[in-house]
């Protein structure tokens, strides 16, 4: 089915739409959970409170782009997971090593902010670099994919990727803290 | 701020950087994945290379010259200009591409609880029954990101309202419809944001235009959009016996309601959600006619029910797309085949390609918002992941679908390249609204030339012609291929005529013989009036495909070559119309058979749209084949036959169609039509005198009758002056009607080789006026290479005879030869002079007409300029300048310049010194250094692939290197995944017959022997690397040298020499990468640096741009210092990469440039004339200083490279260094960046 009937469904109520969407996008869904908390079950739950999420969200919302949006729904979910198991024990997931590779950026210090208002910077930042630099860093610390899976899209090396996405953090540094970021 | 907390800000990155990040994530190829080797597979990355040459040759505008042209690395990167694609024909049918993503399954799997019997649904048309050929069309709407519309059909959106409210009893004059459109929630800059930015094209119209319709009466509502249309309504119902039952409710109930004279029910589905629970979709789909036509009624136009607490819901499908036409299938096993090269629209997640776990295969088609509607198999494959089967109690399947259509139609495919496909554009009024319609058919027939009356018998038509007693045969043909016009002239014995432009070449096949009226296959070439040129007067050419009716003398029939293309035949277009084959007969009305006309004759099959070109052939008649073939047969047997061997000649000349050679029954006859394989170079190249006359002339000709100096310019075109404005420029300047006034900036000169800076003014041939001829004006941006001579004035007018098109394809410069006939090399010095054109490159419609430019051979921009220049110096007619200045600038690029993000933990400074042998290199007055360049590519940045990847090539290095590392010859198998399986079956045959014991067994391009792999690909766009991959504690053959250093510092370099390879030579570098990410914890990785043997010399090898002297031996090492080098990974594994292919085919040397000391290098570095790297930013500098060497960047210039203390930068600890580069060439032949 469509997103855009499958939206129409949330819109008109139907419940149909949760089992078109987890139809549609378990998989996706499930993938982005799995790389962030790596643990099935979690992964399951994260897709269920991801449909529960949108279905109390849509309407008013009425999302251009359904998966997307989905996705964005389960990566925060996730993280908000990962921040309560993270306190009992190390995860083992790709997402912790991308984490950890935030060090030369992020320096666990400063104050509160404003997560949209550094989305936006960062996704400024993003325009000026070049196509690879910016799906590849989106790919590594936004759906946390390997650098191997990355390397073989780009047909590229990982150590290729790995230079490619240092100097993107570096210059992602560099441009917040001119953008006056105390991170 | 912690780093989860910056992590979990990325959620609310943008909508598009997302989408496009995921796009590049469902890159519709997939590549193979190896276990060991780290990098990139040959065909991935000849497949990107085929991607670039796709993209390139469908818009054809944005590939131009000069080297900041950008090059699509894969379809996901979204052009950079707004252009329109041409599309591109593959065997007479369009092009298809692949749709990111599998829209219908959403990228994930299914659950099943007992294996692929949980599903259900129709399979109007199995897997084995699949017919040779199925329909593919065109979805009229193009989406992009699966959501934006490029267009909605209004019309279509009521219509499907209409129907629907019909169907339901509603009356549609009453009901009150409201149109919607979500998008325009979005601000206008929102959406030309994301469409800019994401899809790199405007915001197309459909955005703002209705996407639906709704209404609603009597407790109905109807809501529709262009596919389809949902109604909803109230209904109690009983209870169901499952799926089953509910199906059958709705057939008794509502089946009126369905739009379907046979509706035949299809429950779907069987998989289960996380719950267990299983997930069926009901619906119905028209089950009148054949199973290919159910198939598609059930993929396309069906009718989905769902229930609802209040009622039903009723979804329409009426999807109609574009016919493109019946595309040859591939069967289920080929379709496996293909899921295992990776040719499948990306749907599942994971990798488990096995062809053991394949449980079940469908047929359907992929529709949903993809740009084609083709045929697809669905193929279920167990994935047999313990923790999910343990965890929930279910398998998981994957779903992978592989087009049912034949690969080589699809772009991704690869085999469907830019030089196999036909972008010939069928061009319309619409694509190019501007255009003064001059050339194109719109409904009037600008130069139509009624049909002749029938006042004039065979006799007084061919009055100095025995027509009677010469007629042959009488045959149907199918053409195969259009001859380009310069082929077939030199066809063996053809003489051409004056009226070769208003005919058209053919290889074909004769399928009948109307006269004995029997079934034929033989294979002809023929010459058939009708042409391009002839298209406005109802003549259009044939295209593959189209089948004609042949008239032929007797003398074709037992000519031998010298003979050939002596017959004639009236023009018959052989049509199938209500079911019954005709002949319609463009041309000359004949009395002798008008009582053999049929009264089928319309107004339609009058004006019939050949697939060819947009204009209509014009008939006087329709015939019945086999009437008017008795007719012809009596005439033919009434006549007295003149004997064959008092046929002329000749006689009928030129301009009269027939085929070439023998038509005897031994094909061996045939088979020597082929063309005349003798070089023709040096003693006649044809060029039109007459422009698109076709008509040949002698090239030496040309250039004797010629004087002067010439001169030969590539330039782009910056501005087109009206011939008002024109006129008033140049006063004194006389405009010819079939020139234009161009600016151009001129950027190369392709004599003296070096670039060009300067503006001019230029008459070019082609006009308004001369558009039909194939020489319509040129577009601003249009790049063009031109010479010209003794015309240094004011307007510079340019030779006819020698105007090229340029073109960059795939980083590659090509150059078009403008409408003349082809010229035929075959000098072997110039090898890529002549290179071998697809139909489709011919011609080109630019921006400002609609005609065609026509393009008669293709070259390489560095052949054709090494050509001219060398034949014109011969004959006197080009003095190169003075040596000394045609030194060329240097464009310096920091990216291939620098290795790197270089910080260097030495420990100390006295670590960086190493075996570079740079200080025995005196520098004295007018010393200089050579430079070299790349001549793949020189801009990183682009990270474009080779266009043409030599496999020939890749091999004999992979040997090279193979032997290098002291492996026995006899055991050394190469492999190739890259090739195609045409090109692997060629070198199997080659293995049968030469090379037994290296391609025996050609799967792989690695070469395996003990623990050491090597992979060679073409990388970053700059040269061909070869990748060697050594395993842990794998004990390299005696004699080969590696030299190596683990860590940070020379002490633990020698250490770890000593320690694992002591008995091999080495030398100590610091050329390489560093530390890649000092600041990023990764500092685990080592570096080395070889210089030895195994790996072969770099630069200049066996070129003789470098003579044999001791200061040139001291550079050679410099070189192979800088550039040959190992990487060992943390794990032990050795990885030697980047070291440069040992061949001198990728870097070609510039030239000898004044060398600088480094003391003057410290004054430019002080200057700020520099080359960064990471450390731009330390505040350090020349006086900073600590240690200096002489380097070769990968860009092939020599640099000093200056070592600055980095302590206190970025975490740097004491012994950490920062590098400057200055190019180590005189500052005057240096372009430094900004």
């Not at chain 1, 860093?137 to 994919?145: L, T, W």
């Not at chain 2, 593919?136 to 309202?161: C, S």
């Not at chain 2, 300067?758 to 601003?780: C, L, N, T, V």
């Not at chain 2, 002079?833 to 390489?860: G, H, W």
Request: proline share 5%.
């Amino acid at each position: 089915m469509q997103d855009d009937m499958i939206v129409d469904l949330f819109w008109q109520r139907e419940e149909a739409a949760l089992a078109e969407a987890q139809n549609k996008y378990q998989g996706y869904l499930s993938k982005i959970a799995m790389n962030i908390l790596a643990d099935i079950e979690d992964a399951r739950e994260i897709v269920n409170e991801t449909l529960f999420r949108a279905w109390n969200s849509i309407p008013p919302q009425r999302p251009s782009l359904l998966r997307t949006y989905l996705g964005k729904i389960a990566r925060e979910i996730s993280i908000d997971r990962y921040r309560t198991v993270h306190r009992k024990k190390r995860v083992a997931s790709e997402f912790t090593v991308s984490l950890d590779e935030l060090g030369d950026i992020v320096s666990d210090g400063g104050g509160e902010f404003d997560g949209r208002l550094l989305a936006e910077a960062v996704d400024s930042y993003l325009k000026t670099v070049s196509y690879e630099a910016r799906t590849a860093f989106i790919q590594r610390y936004y759906f946390a994919d390997t650098f191997r899976e990355i390397a073989e899209r780009q047909g590229s090396t990982e150590s290729a990727v790995k230079s490619l996405l240092f100097r993107t953090r570096r210059g992602l540094k560099k441009y917040l803290e001119e953008e006056g970021w105390q991170i | 701020m912690n780093k989860l907390d910056f992590m979990a800000a990325l959620t609310y990155l943008s909508d598009p950087a997302i989408e496009e990040a995921e796009a590049a994530r469902e890159a519709p190829i997939k590549k193979r994945r190896r276990p060991w080797l780290k990098f990139t597979a040959i065909a991935a990355c000849a497949a990107l290379v085929l991607l670039a040459g796709f993209a390139l040759s469908r818009s054809v505008h944005i590939n131009r010259l000069p080297d900041n042209t950008a090059v699509p690395e894969n379809s996901a990167e979204p052009d950079t200009e707004y252009e329109t694609p041409l599309p591109v024909i593959v065997d007479g049918l369009p092009q298809l591409s692949m749709p990111s993503e599998d829209s219908e399954s959403g990228g994930g799997g299914v659950f099943l609880k007992n294996g692929t019997e949980d599903l259900k649904g129709a399979e109007p048309l199995l897997p084995a029954d699949i017919p040779e050929k199925m329909p593919v069309y065109k979805n009229p709407t193009k989406f992009y990101g699966g959501v934006y519309p490029d267009f909605t059909d209004v019309n279509k959106i009521r219509e499907n309202l209409d129907a629907c409210a019909r169907a339901w009893g509603l009356d549609i004059a009453e009901l009150t419809v409201t149109e919607e459109n979500p998008f325009s929630e979005y601000s206008a800059a929102e959406l030309e944001r994301i469409f800019s930015d994401v899809y790199g094209v405007p915001v197309p119209e459909g955005v703002y235009q209705t996407q639906s319709m709704s209404a609603e009466a009597e407790g109905i509502s109807v809501t529709a959009n262009q596919y389809g249309a949902t109604v909803t309504v109230k209904a109690d119902l009983p209870e169901f016996d499952g799926e089953d039952g509910f199906a059958k409710y709705i057939l008794e109930n509502y089946g009126d309601k369905l739009l379907m004279s046979a509706p035949e029910t299809n429950i779907t589905g069987g998989g289960r959600n996380a719950d267990g629970k299983q997930i069926f979709t009901v619906s119905f789909y028209e089950g009148e006619g054949g199973a290919a036509e159910r198939l598609i009624n059930k993929e396309l136009r069906s009718v989905s029910v769902i229930r609802e607490d209040s009622g039903l819901k009723f979804s329409y499908s009426f999807k109609e797309g574009e016919l493109l036409g019946e595309y040859p299938t591939v069967a289920a096993d080929e379709a496996i085949e293909l899921l295992e090269q990776g040719f499948y629209l990306e749907a599942a997640e994971g990798d488990v390609i096995s062809r053991e776990n394949i449980e079940k295969i469908e047929l359907g088609y992929v529709s949903g918002s993809s740009e084609y509607w083709f045929p697809c198999y669905k193929i279920w494959i167990y994935d047999p992941d313990g923790a999910i089967e343990r965890v929930m109690n279910m398998k998981l399947y994957n779903v992978y679908t592989v087009p049912a259509t034949e690969p080589r139609y699809f772009a991704e495919s690869g085999l469907s390249t830019a030089e196999e496909a036909a972008p010939l554009a069928p061009f319309s009024a619409e694509d190019i609204p501007e255009y003064q319609n001059a050339g194109y058919y719109d409904g009037v027939m600008r130069d139509a030339k009624p049909a002749t009356s029938a006042d004039e018998s065979l006799e007084e038509l061919f009055s100095d012609r025995d027509f009677n007693a010469q007629i042959g045969s009488f045959y149907k043909v199918r053409v195969n291929e259009t001859l380009d016009g310069s082929d077939a002239l030199w066809l063996n014995g053809y003489t051409t005529g004056a009226q070769d432009d208003q005919a058209t070449f053919y290889r074909a096949t004769v399928l009948y013989d109307y006269f004995a009226e029997k079934a034929m296959d033989k294979d002809i070439i023929f010459r058939m009036s009708g042409s391009v040129k002839m298209q406005e007067s109802g003549s259009p050419p044939y295209t593959s495909g189209d089948e004609a009716a042949l008239l032929l003398f007797r003398d074709s029939e037992v000519s031998d070559f010298n003979r050939a293309f002596k017959c004639y035949a009236f023009v018959y277009d052989v049509e199938n119309i209500d079911g019954g084959e005709y002949l319609l007969a463009r041309g000359q009305r004949v009395p002798e058979l008008e009582d053999s006309l049929t009264d089928y004759m319309t107004d339609e099959t009058a004006s019939i749209v050949t697939s060819s070109t947009y204009n209509p052939a014009v008939y006087h008649g329709a015939y019945d084949p086999e009437e008017l073939a008795q007719k012809l047969k009596e005439i033919v047997d009434g006549a007295e036959k003149t004997p064959l061997e008092n046929l002329s000649e000749g006689r009928f000349g030129p301009g009269v169609l027939g085929f070439g050679g023998s038509f005897k029954e031994e094909p061996a006859e045939v088979a020597a039509l082929e063309y005349v394989s003798e070089p023709i170079y040096e003693r006649q190249i044809p060029i039109d005198t007459i422009p698109g006359s076709g008509t040949p002339i002698n090239f030496e000709n040309v250039l004797n009758d010629l004087s002067g100096q010439f001169s030969g310019i590539a330039y782009e075109i910056t501005n087109v002056y009206t011939r008002e404005e024109a006129e008033n420029l140049h006063e004194n300047f006389d405009l010819p009607d079939e020139r234009t006034l161009y600016r151009a900036h001129a950027f190369y000169d392709v004599l003296n080789d070096r670039p060009l800076d300067y503006y001019f003014d230029i008459a070019g041939w082609g006009s308004a006026k001369m558009q039909e001829d194939g020489y319509p004006p040129r577009a601003i941006g249009d790049r063009m290479l031109s010479f010209f001579n003794d015309n240094d004035r004011e307007v510079k007018v340019p030779n006819s005879n020698f105007e090229f098109m340029l073109f960059e394809i795939g980083g590659v410069k090509i150059a078009y030869h403008i409408c003349k006939s082809r010229i035929r090399f075959e000098s072997a010095a110039y090898p890529n002079l002549d290179l071998e054109m697809a139909e489709s490159e011919k011609e080109i419609v630019t921006t400002t007409s609609n005609n065609p430019i026509r393009f008669t051979q293709k070259s390489t921009l560095r052949s054709i300029s090494d050509f001219m220049r060398t034949e014109l110096y011969n004959r006197g007619l080009f003095t190169p300048d003075e040596p000394a200045d045609a030194l060329a600038t240097v464009t310096v690029v920091p990216e291939a310049a620098s290795l790197g993000d270089e910080i260097y933990s030495a420990g100390s400074v006295e670590n960086l010194d190493s075996g570079n042998p740079w200080r025995q290199l005196e520098i004295s007055e007018g010393d200089t250094l050579p430079v070299y360049e790349r001549v793949m590519s020189r801009n990183m940045e682009q990270n474009g692939m080779i266009e043409n990847v030599d496999r020939g090539f890749m091999r004999e290095a992979l040997r090279f290197y193979a032997i290098g590392f002291g492996f026995d010859p006899d055991k050394i198998v190469i492999e190739d995944n890259s090739l195609t399986p045409q090109e692997l079956e060629k070198i199997s045959e080659s293995a049968r017959t030469e090379l037994p014991e290296e391609y025996a067994e050609p799967t792989e391009m690695s070469f395996k022997e003990g623990g050491v792999e090597v992979d060679i690909c073409v990388t970053d766009g700059m040269f061909y690397r070869v990748d060697i991959g050594i395993e842990k504690g794998f004990e390299l053959p005696e004699g080969a040298k590696v030299g190596f250093y683990f860590g940070a510092s020379r002490e633990e370099a020698e250490n770890a020499e000593a320690a694992l390879l002591a008995e091999y030579e080495w030398l100590i570098g610091n050329n390489d990468a560093g530390k890649t990410a000092v600041n990023s914890g990764q500092s685990e990785n080592c570096f080395v640096t070889m210089y030895h043997p195994c790996v072969g010399e770099f630069i200049p090898y066996d070129d003789g741009t470098l003579p044999e002297t001791d200061r040139n031996d001291i550079i050679k090492t410099i070189i192979n210092f800088s550039l040959n080098n190992i990487d060992f990974m943390d794990d032990g594994t050795i990885y030697c990469y980047g070291i440069p292919n040992a061949f001198e085919t990728q870097y070609r040397k510039v030239g000898d440039y004044p060398m600088i000391t480094p003391e003057e290098a410290l004054e430019l570095l002080r200057s700020g004339s520099y080359v960064w790297t990471a450390f731009e930013d330390s505040g350090r500098g020349a006086d900073d200083v600590e240690y200096t060497e002489l380097i070769y960047g990968r860009d092939g210039v020599p640099y000093y490279k200056f070592y600055c203390s980095a302590e206190g930068w970025r975490g740097c600890e004491a012994g950490d260094y920062g590098v400057f580069y200055v190019p180590a060439i005189a500052p005057e032949y240096v372009d430094m960046p900004e």
